[in-house]
């Protein structure tokens, strides 16, 4: 009877994240369309409300194919991996309750965020095209560079709240939100996650002019289709795990159930906002750009930052937040 | 258990899309559609593509750099106890990651563009 009543809970989470991930490319599209003073989608539904089901609808009935040099079975297998991933790392996010209850959870979430690097790799190589091997090469090197300084950043906020739990994470926050203390690493933190999700001034695993699509270049109908849903649900995922680390979760009411989780998800679409945002207002940067600013920029001064919010524990002899 | 649950729930969502995506649509497969993609032309050599150097250089970096904030992460539950040599204690390993970072910087091995 339990593990019904969690299978039921866990559906009732991941359906309404799969139809947040539609609605997403809907805001996508309709933000990015007014920045350029168009009006985006305006036809299919209410002020193009449906046009995300429609697009679905096209992409599911789409002729799929395989290159014929691709490896059949990894080809298939990376963008259902890429999707369980990205699934499975919202089963963490307490919104105000996690789904599952797990000690270190934010450990977790690093863990499972780093296997999607498999994904990229096997979708880019088991295409067997050279534009796929190419993107799926600068997409891997990039999540791998990015996810060091976002480890080092998690670190200096860790040492603070004492936990690696996401909830206590959380509650630490409940008078003072992390951005007021760690306000450079919040600007780092929110660089970062634009480079890791592969987001507009970092989207060179896409490179339309010289890679075309990159590692997603043979996917066509449905396994394209899995790549755009985890990549989005990536995308809001990172955000609301920004809410939780930087800005306090459902901070005023975080113990008010169904309050706390409306302003989780009012801050998180505040921050998808501002993802899209910056994808209308800056050009793509350069790949080699992109490498000195995580390694020679923010490596080093997260690691700087690290030894001051240590030294600032010590010096004061407080200890962390503990509940 | 939960775990495995949710993610057999994960596995099984994820499966069906991948499913219809597979059987809904009407094929028709031709050699020219099935051929690697190249901007219109025949793939001319194998996309078994020898790559840069600096790609495996940063893969190595990664390795090292995440094998030392591994490390680290114990720092977090052991500072709730004694914060007093902890300090100290970190502090050589930082300096140790700081250095490594500082003569991997030196040599160049950081330099993208020659």
Same mark, same amino acid.
């Given at each position: ?40 989608? =305006?036809?299919?539904? +209410? ?17 799929? %194919? ?5 490896? &059949? ?5 990376? +963008? ?10 919202? !089963?963490?996010? &307490?919104? +105000?309750? +996690?789904?599952? =209850?797990?000690?270190?959870?934010? %450990? ?15 979708? @880019? ?12 090469? $600068? ?81 066509? @109908? ?29 901070? &005023?009411? !975080? ?28 050009? $793509?940067? $350069? ?37 | ?25 009407? /094929? ?19 996309? /078994?593509?020898?790559?840069?150097? /600096? ?60």
């Amino acid at each position: 009877m339990d593990i019904l009543f969690f299978i039921i809970q866990a559906l009732a989470f991941l359906v309404p994240i799969l139809i947040s991930v539609a609605f997403l490319t809907l805001v996508e599209r309709k933000v990015l369309g007014y920045m350029q003073f168009r009006k985006g989608p =305006n036809v299919v539904g +209410p002020y193009g409300l449906l046009q995300p089901f429609a697009d679905a609808l096209k992409l599911f009935v789409k002729e799929t %194919l395989k290159p014929s040099t691709a490896s &059949p079975y990894l080809f298939f297998f990376s +963008p259902l991996l890429f999707l369980i991933l990205a699934l499975v790392l919202w !089963s963490l996010i &307490p919104i +105000p309750q +996690p789904t599952l =209850n797990v000690n270190l959870s934010l %450990l977790l979430v690093l863990g499972v965020s780093s296997l999607a690097v498999y994904a990229l790799l096997g979708s @880019g190589w088991a295409s067997n095209s050279k534009y796929s091997l190419l993107g799926g090469i $600068r997409a891997v090197a990039q999540t791998i560079s990015y996810e060091i300084s976002m480890g080092l950043i998690l670190l200096s906020i860790l040492i603070w709240t004492g936990s690696f739990s996401l909830k206590e994470i959380t509650l630490s926050q409940q008078n003072c939100w992390m951005l007021l203390p760690h306000l450079p690493l919040l600007f780092m933190w929110l660089i970062s996650t634009l480079a890791e999700t592969n987001r507009a001034p970092f989207d060179l695993t896409e490179g339309e002019s010289e890679l075309v699509s990159g590692y997603n270049v043979e996917y066509a @109908g449905g396994p394209f289709a899995l790549f755009f849903i985890a990549e989005y649900a990536n995308i809001i995922f990172m955000n609301v795990l920004s809410i939780i680390i930087f800005m306090g979760g459902g901070s &005023p009411f !975080s113990t008010i159930p169904v309050i706390a989780s409306l302003i989780i998800s009012t801050k998180a679409i505040a921050l998808v906002f501002f993802f899209l945002w910056v994808r209308a207002s800056y050009p $793509r940067f $350069r790949y080699d750009q992109l490498m000195h600013l995580t390694w020679k920029n923010y490596l080093p001064l997260s690691l700087g930052l690290f030894s001051l919010t240590l030294s600032i524990l010590v010096i004061t002899n407080s200890s962390p937040f503990i509940l | 258990m939960n775990f495995l649950v949710f993610l057999t729930i994960a596995i099984i969502l994820s499966s069906l899309l991948l499913i219809v995506g597979h059987f809904l649509p009407s /094929r028709s497969l031709e050699l020219e559609k099935s051929s690697p993609y190249e901007c219109g032309f025949d793939p001319i050599n194998s996309a /078994r593509l020898p790559f840069s150097f /600096r790609f495996f250089l940063v893969a190595i970096l990664f390795l090292i750099f995440d094998l030392e904030i591994a490390l680290l992460f114990p720092i977090i539950p052991a500072s709730s106890n004694n914060i007093s040599i902890l300090l100290p204690l970190s502090s050589v390993f930082l300096i140790i990651l700081a250095a490594g970072l500082a003569y991997e910087w030196q040599q160049g091995g950081l330099e993208w563009a020659e």
